[in-house]
Nanobody, 130 residues
Framework: EVQLQASGGGLVQTGGSLTLSCTAS????????IGWFRQAPGKEREGVSC????????DYADSVAGRFTISSDNAKNTVYLQMNSLRPEDTAVYYC???????????????????????YGQGTLVTVSS
């Protein structure tokens, strides 16, 4: 059974940093894409970032580009989202999602589409205080 565990959320002040982790189990961490999404209260879910195992281009939402960095550690079956210069508008529940057998350009083409993924983790809450 494939499971995704998102963690690392918390309360941080404006300008601070957090690193989220998405750890996969029951999942062959060889050819994959993992995406991060977020949903703020009263707002639609938004694709934040995406990474593929095949060294294709990662993808970032315009709202986080230059502040967030996605990376992976295949040995640990984990994808990270380093979030710097956090703003109150980054407050949301953050989710990770995974798909297997993703081609190198998955993130560019489908990275921000929730339904393009096969597996979903529970959310982790990020709260940025002003």
């Amino acid at each position: 059974e494939v499971q995704l565990q998102a963690s690392g959320g918390g309360l941080v002040q404006t300008g601070g940093s957090l690193t989220l982790s998405c750890t996969a189990s029951g999942f062959s961490f060889d050819i994959y894409a993992i995406g991060w999404f977020r949903q703020a209260p009263g707002k639609e879910r938004e694709g934040v970032s995406c990474i593929t195992s095949s060294r294709g281009p990662s993808d970032y939402a315009d709202s986080v580009a230059g502040r967030f960095t996605i990376s992976s550690d295949n040995a640990k079956n984990t994808v990270y989202l380093q979030m710097n210069s956090l703003r109150p508008e980054d407050t949301a529940v953050y989710y990770c999602a995974a798909v297997r057998d993703a081609d190198p350009y998955f993130c560019t083409a489908y990275g921000a589409k929730w339904i393009a993924y096969d597996y979903y983790g529970q959310g982790t809450l990020v709260t940025v205080s002003s």
